[in-house]
């Protein structure tokens, strides 16, 4: 089967930096996708990691250790409006790009 | 960026009736668009993969005669949910992707049924 494991909740403080973490099993792997969600909207896609290492986007980073089965999303200098869910997602097949997601992470930024 | 929109936003209507989603790609041709259920604080389940001019393929457990989906050209799909009962209230989002891109959701649409 395929699971992937987050942190239901983390709360940090604005302007700090939050890390949060992802751990899979999958019976296959092809990338890892992160996703922010507000209350009651879509997801927006964020960044996607095939290969190990750190990719930077701005303010956000994710970060890929395909030996560890593991990876996180790295978020700096929060803002309130970073106050959302995050989902990580595995591309399980190569022609398919099916994405199996995590049950999410909710971030409270708070003041 | 790639823009997906999906209508309507929001679907009340009663039991046993039969409610059509869209999902529509506005700026490129998606070869494949996704349809995903969300419970409320929960994750997005995926329910099925749709791609143009081929038949669904459905997750397990998902009922393909209560759930069509159609994929008629390369910029629409569409999720029908057949005789709808109170249990079928959910969150339906969609998503889709071309070659280049990776997957771009919808807004969703939040059904109702009384």
């Known amino acids: 089967g395929q699971s992937l494991e987050q942190p239901s909740e983390v709360t940090a403080v604005e302007g700090a930096i939050v890390q949060m973490n992802c751990t899979y099993q999958?019976?296959?792997?092809?990338?890892l996708s992160w996703y922010q969600q507000h209350d009651g909207g879509a997801p927006t896609f964020l960044s996607y990691?095939?290969?190990?290492g750190l990719e930077e986007t701005g303010r956000f980073s994710s970060f890929l250790s395909r030996s560890d089965s593991y990876g996180y999303l790295l978020l700096q200098e929060l803002q309130m409006k970073d106050s959302a869910s995050y989902f990580c997602a595995v591309r399980t097949g190569a022609g398919s790009y099916q994405l199996t997601f995590g049950k999410g992470t909710k971030l409270s930024v708070i003041p | 960026g790639a823009v997906v929109s999906q209508h309507p936003s929001r679907v009340i209507c009663k039991s046993g009736t039969s409610v059509k989603i869209e999902c529509r790609s506005l700026?490129?041709?998606?070869?494949?668009m996704f349809w995903y259920r969300q419970f409320p604080k929960k994750s997005l389940m995926l329910m099925a993969t749709s791609n143009e001019g081929s038949k669904a393929t459905y997750e397990q457990g998902v009922e393909k005669d209560k759930f069509l989906i159609n994929h008629a050209s390369l910029t629409l799909s569409t999720l029908t949910v057949t005789s709808a009962h109170p249990e079928d209230s959910s969150f339906y989002i969609c998503?889709?992707?071309?070659?280049?891109?990776?997957?771009?959701f919808g807004d969703g649409t939040r059904l109702s049924i009384l």
């Open positions: 999958t019976s296959g792997f092809y990338g």
């Open positions: 998503s889709a992707r071309t070659q280049s891109q990776p997957q771009h």
């Open positions: 990691n095939a290969l190990d």
């Open positions: 700026d490129f041709q998606a070869t494949t």
